[in-house]
C-alpha cells in the first residue's frame, strides 16, 4: 500500500468546490432510469447517455472523480476513444464500482447483506491497469418495525472494511458506503440514531481489519426523515444533525466525506449540502457523490434524442456547477431560479 498516494486521490476526490458523479448504476438499475424517459437499454444507448455526461466540459469542471459500472470501464465512445480517457482528459478520477449487489441476509428477514468479496483481490489489479483510482462499495442498512438487527449492521461493515483493506492493497481509494435507506415513515431522530450506530460499528471494523482512514473517502446517508415521515424535518435541521452525527462518529484522519442523495430531490439535496458547509469550518471536507440528484434533469432533458444533447449538457453542467458551490457552502436558492 502507498499511503502518501491514496491520500493524494482521497483528497483529490473531495476537493472543494468539487464532487463525484455517481454513474454506475446497474443494467437493472440504468434500465428503470431509461423506462421512465422511453429509452431502450441498450448496450449502445446507455454508452452515448454517458459519454454525453463525460464530454460535458463545463458540468465536468466540478466533478473530481466518476463512479464507473464494470461495462463502462470498458466501453469507448462512438469515435473509438476510450471512455476512461475522456474521463481522464476532463481532469476527473475514473472510479469502478466493485460490490455484486445485495442478497438477502439468512435469518434476518428484510435484511440484506452486499456480495461480491470473493475472488475481489483478484479483480483489482485489473481495474488498477484500467485506470481506476477508486473504488465503490455500497451497504444497505432499511429501518423498519424491529430493523435493523445488529446482524445487519456488523455483517456488512463488516463486508465494507474487509473491501477497503482489499482496495488498499492494491492501491485504490475505497469509498465506504454504509447506506441507511430514506424509504420509510420514520423521523429524522430514528434516522439520526440508526446512522449513528452504523458509522461507529463502522469505524470499528475499519480498525480491525488495519484500514488507513487516509486513504478512504467516507460516503454516508445524511440524517434525514424517511420519506413516508408524515412531517419532514426541514434543511437546517438536517444539516445540524448531520453535522453533530459525523462529528460524533468519524475521525479527523478521514479526508473527505462525500454524501449520497438517496432519492432525495435535486434542489433538496442541494440546499442541504450547502447548509452544513455553512456551519463550518469542519474537520473534514464534506461533498457531493451524487447519482440520482445529479442526473434526474439531465436525463429528462436527453430522452435519448442526439438532438438533445446540448440542452442535457447545459442541465447538467447546471447541477454539478450548483453542487460545486454547495460543497463550499456558497450555493443561494436564486441562483437556482436564474437558470430556470
Ligand atoms: P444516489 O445519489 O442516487 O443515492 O446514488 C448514489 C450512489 O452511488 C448509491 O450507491
Redesign the pocket.
Known sequence: MNLAELNKVAVAMTTPGKGIL?A?ESTGTIKKRFDGINVECTEDNRRDYREMLFRSTEGMKHIAGV?LYDETIWQKAKDGTPLVDIIKRSGSLPGI?VDEGTKPLPNCPGEVITMGLDKLADRLPKYYEQGARFA?W?AVIDIGAGIPTYSAIHTNTHALARYAALCQAANIVPIV?P?VLMDGDHDIDRCFEVTQWALKTQFEELYHQRVALEGIVL?P?MAISGKKAAKRAGVEEVAEKTVKMLRNCVPGAVPGIA??????SDEE?TAHLDAMNKLGPLPWSLT????????HAPQKAWSGKSENVAAAQRVFSHRARMNGLASMGQWKQDLEKKAA
Do not use: P, T, V
Open positions: 455517481a454506475d463512479i464500482k465503490k455500497r458506503e447506506e460516503k446517508n454524501f449520497l442523495s438517496g432519492g432525495q439535496a457531493f457523490s451524487y447519482g440520482r440528484a445529479l442526473q
